[in-house]
């Protein structure tokens, strides 16, 4: 079985705080992604990784950054966090055919104060 | 562009069937549908990639109609534990491209 496992399932910071989610998948997965969800708008892509230090933005990259040091890991960073960026982080990760399934983590239910 | 799914929510009695749909602006490639419970990640029910072919999973089945560049869910017979979010993803191409998914369909079935 697929696992991807993400670092914390909640997490409370304060504004300006700089924050790393950690996601970490055990299939040799080449592609990666960081979604956030929001009630009403669904899962919105941030970033995504298709290999080893690579990465690219998706709809909404303002405000995260990320890096792929290792296959398996992925990180997403908050470089200072604001209090729209509380929400659910969810962590994906798929095989390099792009049209396989895309696996998902539990998520990380992130509160900025 | 992301896809547009509706209905937005449904309230179903076991034993009753439902359709939830997934259109897109775009020409599709292949249609991902997965469901979350709440607190949960979303899990994977099935792909549908071009070529309008249908197909099943237990009672929940889905078809992609290229031409009219939209995907539908059947749940037929609702078991209370099909209750969640219905969420579809869509690809405008083959290869390494990411799925844009739409705002989710929020179905509850209630005995």
């Known amino acids: 079985d697929v696992k991807v496992t993400q670092s914390s399932r909640y997490l409370v910071k304060r504004t300006g705080e700089k924050v790393f989610l950690e996601c970490v998948q055990d299939m040799d997965h080449e592609n990666m992604f960081w979604y956030r969800q929001d009630p009403g708008l669904g899962l919105r892509l941030i970033y995504f990784?298709?290999?080893?230090?690579?990465?690219e933005k998706g709809d909404i990259p303002e405000g995260y950054s990320v890096s792929r040091e290792k296959k398996e890991r992925f990180s997403l960073i908050l470089e200072s966090a604001s209090t729209n960026q509380t929400s659910m982080y969810l962590c994906?990760?798929?095989?390099?055919?792009?049209?396989?399934?895309?696996?998902f983590g539990p998520g990380t239910r992130l509160t900025v104060l | 562009q992301q896809p547009v799914q509706s209905p937005q929510a449904v309230i179903l009695r076991e034993g009753e069937d439902a359709v939830i749909n997934c259109s897109s602006s775009k020409a599709l490639y292949s249609v991902h549908w997965y469901r979350q419970k709440h607190g949960e990640a979303p899990v994977f029910l099935m792909i549908?990639?071009?070529?309008?072919e249908q197909k099943g999973h237990e009672k929940i089945s889905a078809s992609f109609n290229e031409k009219k560049q939209q995907s539908s869910l059947y749940l037929t017979a609702s078991q209370l534990s099909y209750s969640g979010t219905y969420f579809c993803g869509t690809a405008s191409r083959p290869g390494n491209t990411p799925l844009v998914f739409g705002k989710g369909t929020r179905l509850s079935v209630i005995a």
């Open positions: 990784s298709y290999d080893v230090k690579m990465k």
């Open positions: 549908l990639l071009k070529g309008g």
């Open positions: 994906a990760s798929q095989s390099g055919m792009g049209s396989d399934t895309q696996y």
